[in-house]
Each structure stands twice: as structure tokens, then as C-alpha cells.
């Protein structure tokens, strides 16, 4: 079992920045995954950016250029620095992890409110 923990969320105005970590806990495996989902109201929940153990990054296109992710390998940590933030970025924010003992089914953390304000 892998256990994470989210903070960082709030709200923030427009071209603000916000700064989400994630730390994970438990049967952690050498070679993992790990990255953020979001999800609006009545919008599909949507992949912002992932980081492979190896330093292997993807982005959604709407966040390229300026959210970045990072991470602590030692402390099994993830971060997202999120710039420019924009009303469309309002959404719920969750950190996932998966590597190949958890197949299909990500861990979870426990989701966290970014609120942007026009």
C-alpha cells in the first residue's frame, strides 16, 4: 500500500502562483510514477503533468511553459510549481503514484481545491 499526502491548494488571483507537493509513504518501489490530475466541475478529469523515477516528465498542453513538475526522490516527494495561473486552472488537484505492482490502479491522494479568481 502506498499512502499520499497533498498540500499547497488555495486560491489565488489571476497570473498568481501556487506551489502543490505531494509526499508519498508506504510500499514505495524504486521505479515508479508519479504526477497530478485535475478534474472541474462537470469536466473530465484530466492528466497535468507526471514525472518518472528516472526524471522522465510529461505535460498537458494547457500547462506547458508554465507548470512545472519536480521532484525528491529522497523523500519521495512530488511537486507541482504552477505560474501564470489562470481561471481555467481551477480545478481539483490529485496526486497519483503507480509503478508495476499497481497495474491499472493508481494510489490516490486525497485531492486538493485550486481556486483562481478572474
Same mark, same amino acid.
Given at each position: ?7 499547497? $491548494? ?6 498568481? =502562483? ?6 508519498? @509513504? ?5 521505479? !515508479? ?28 498542453? =494547457? ?14 516527494? *512530488?511537486?507541482?510549481?504552477?505560474? =501564470? ?12 503514484? @503507480?509503478?508495476?505492482?499497481? $497495474?491499472?490502479? !493508481? ?8 481556486? *483562481? =479568481?478572474?
Amino acid at each position: 500500500q502506498v499512502q499520499l499526502v497533498e498540500s499547497g $491548494g488555495g486560491l489565488v488571483q489571476a497570473g498568481g =502562483s501556487l506551489r502543490l507537493s505531494c509526499a508519498a @509513504s508506504g510500499s514505495i518501489f524504486i521505479i !515508479n510514477t508519479m504526477g497530478w490530475y485535475r478534474q472541474a466541475p462537470g469536466k473530465q478529469r484530466e492528466l497535468v503533468a507526471a514525472i518518472t523515477s528516472n526524471g522522465r516528465i510529461n505535460y498537458a498542453d =494547457s500547462v506547458k511553459g508554465r507548470f512545472t513538475i519536480s521532484r525528491d526522490s529522497a523523500k519521495n516527494t *512530488v511537486y507541482l510549481q504552477m505560474n =501564470s495561473l489562470q481561471a481555467e486552472d481551477t480545478a481539483g488537484y490529485y496526486c497519483y503514484y @503507480s509503478d508495476i505492482y499497481s $497495474g491499472d490502479n !493508481n494510489y490516490w491522494g486525497q485531492g486538493t481545491q485550486v481556486t *483562481v =479568481s478572474s
